[in-house]
């Protein structure tokens, strides 16, 4: 049956930041297609409300909250998570954050700070996760990229600067691990309403902006992340790698 491509049933999933907004919405796609999902986030109390909805769901989920930006937390957490539960057959690194400032005004500080987690993590998680997964010959690693990586706004510099990272980083983790049977893609949002972006989809100058400069005339819903992210985790994918799909209701496709 054409549907057993998208069939996750004995998979497991590790996918940061998905207490909430995007990554929760991958969670819980993977999880309605079958896959164990573990889940992660910085703050225990949003990640335990997270695991709880989708266990009630009747969802085999799993959450260990730890700091994707710290390398060792994140060696040590991947190890639990293979010794524990099994070992990880698709990765989404969707960890991110978001400050805005002029890009006269950004303090170093700051600019570390996104930095490291919309960047570095996705090298720590990608590097610890990708190592077992050669040596196991097969893996899944999804990136989470923007059209952020292909065009900049005013404000968020170094937003844009670690998403375009995130793409050539994901391109070089094909280049690398794609002859040991692991595929390494990205997901490209566009506008999403979620906490991320707040101030922007409830300024309703911006909100104007984006419905007019997007083909479809809308914001995306976070559940429109789903069927993509499905693809890249399941045998229908099986020879797309270094990709970015963009997801982002034709804003990329149009001046």
């Given amino acids: 049956m054409p549907s057993s491509l998208f069939d996750l049933a004995g998979r497991i999933a590790l996918v940061t930041g998905s207490s909430r907004g995007i990554g929760f919405a991958i969670a819980e796609g993977l999880a309605e297609a079958g896959a164990a999902v573990v889940l992660n986030a910085r703050n225990p109390a949003e990640l335990e409300a997270a695991r709880a909805r989708l266990a009630a769901a009747g969802h085999s989920v799993h959450a260990l909250p730890f700091d994707v930006s710290d390398q060792p937390s994140v060696v040590a957490a991947v190890a639990r998570i293979e010794d524990e539960i099994g070992p990880i057959d698709a990765l989404f690194n969707n960890a991110g954050i978001q400050r ?43 990136n989470t990229c923007s059209v952020g990586s292909e065009i900049a706004r005013p404000t968020i510099a170094p937003y844009n600067t670690a998403k375009g990272a995130v793409k050539m980083l994901t391109k070089s983790m094909c280049a690398e691990w794609a002859p040991h ?3 390494v893609n990205g997901i490209g949002p566009g506008y999403f309403k979620t906490e991320l972006n707040r101030a922007l989809h409830t300024d309703a100058n911006f909100d104007a902006w984006v419905k007019a400069r997007t083909p479809t005339g809308r914001w995306g819903h976070v559940d429109e992340l789903k069927g993509v992210a499905v693809f890249l985790a399941s045998a229908a994918s099986s020879y797309v790698n270094g990709q970015i799909i963009y997801v982002d209701g034709g804003l990329l496709a149009v001046m």
């Fill in 100 to 142: 805005r400032a002029p890009l006269a005004d950004f303090d170093a500080q700051t600019w570390r700070e996104i930095m490291a987690i919309n960047l570095d993590a996705v090298f720590f998680v990608g590097q610890t996760v990708g190592r077992r997964m050669v040596a196991r010959g097969r893996g899944k690693i999804v």
């Fill in 181 to 183: 049977g692991v595929q």
